[in-house]
């Protein structure tokens, strides 16, 4: 049974940082995997904004959030994790885990990933 636990959402003011953290229960991190963060504002589709691919060991960044925000992984915890540093009140969102076996170039599209953890709220003003 595979779980994915959000945690570190927060309301900060613009310019502000913020640590997400997603725990892994249950879930094989192994070299199929793709591990990603998506957001979804009000009225808004869910986006991607950031993944790991294991495979090719190298990360994928929306260009909205490329030079603010970083992805990374603890394998001995198997938690992903987004630094997210120069928060804009656009960044303002839930903020989503999700991981499944994802072709690096389809790592943005939600379709792509069966599993997904519950959300954690950032608000930047």
């Known amino acids: 049974h595979v779980q994915l636990v959000e945690s570190g959402g927060d309301s900060v003011q613009a310019g502000g940082s913020l640590r997400l953290t997603c725990d892994a229960i249950?879930?094989?991190?192994?070299?199929?995997?793709?591990m990603a963060w998506f957001r979804q504002a009000p009225g808004k589709k869910r986006e991607g904004v950031a993944a790991?691919?294991?495979?090719?060991?190298?990360?994928y960044y929306a260009d909205s959030v490329e030079g603010r925000f970083t992805i990374a992984h603890d394998n001995a915890k198997n938690t992903l994790y987004l630094q997210m540093n120069s928060l804009k009140p656009e960044d303002t969102a839930m903020y989503y885990c999700?991981?499944?076996?994802?072709?690096?170039?389809?790592?943005?599209?939600?379709?792509?990933?069966?599993?997904w953890g519950r959300g954690t709220q950032v608000t930047v003003s």
């Open positions: 999700a991981a499944d076996y994802v072709y690096s170039g389809d790592w943005y599209r939600r379709d792509k990933y069966r599993y």
């Open positions: 249950g879930y094989p991190y192994n070299s199929d995997n793709c």
């Open positions: 790991l691919s294991i495979v090719e060991d190298r990360p």
